[in-house]
């Protein structure tokens, strides 16, 4: 007898995992630059070139978080993307949608 092979979709579901935990340190990196910023945004206005960077990095976020199975993570990020083209953003509102981002990636154990 030939062994079953695994649905499509558990193959899938293995692959996007793997990619998930290859990709899980470089999305904590982005998650603590955009804390930075948010940090940053306590003392003073953002310069524009952190302002600017701290949106891409909440764009990349955005844009991949769902693939991963985070529809609220990227909905947060597309917060933060938002949030971050204001010429002045709150500080409040980001250290907010930072804290809620790293609660759904990176729950405590």
């Known amino acids: 007898m030939r062994p079953m092979q695994e649905p499509a979709q558990t193959r899938?579901?293995?692959?996007v995992a793997d990619l998930w935990l290859r990709s899980r340190p470089q999305v904590r990196d982005?998650?603590?630059?955009?804390?930075?910023?948010?940090?940053?945004?306590?003392?003073g206005p953002l310069d524009e070139r952190q302002r600017s960077e701290a949106e891409g990095?909440?764009?990349?976020?955005?844009?991949?978080?769902?693939?991963?199975?985070?529809?609220?993570?990227?909905?947060i990020a597309r917060a933060l993307e938002l949030e971050l083209r204001e010429s002045t953003p709150d500080p409040v509102r980001l250290q907010q949608l930072c804290d809620s981002l790293r609660a759904i990636l990176f729950p405590p154990s």
């Open 57 to 75: 990095i909440a764009h990349k976020l955005a844009g991949s978080l769902g693939m991963f199975g985070f529809p609220d993570g990227t909905e």
């Open 30 to 43: 982005r998650v603590t630059l955009l804390e930075a910023a948010a940090n940053a945004s306590q003392e």
């Open 12 to 15: 899938i579901a293995k692959l």
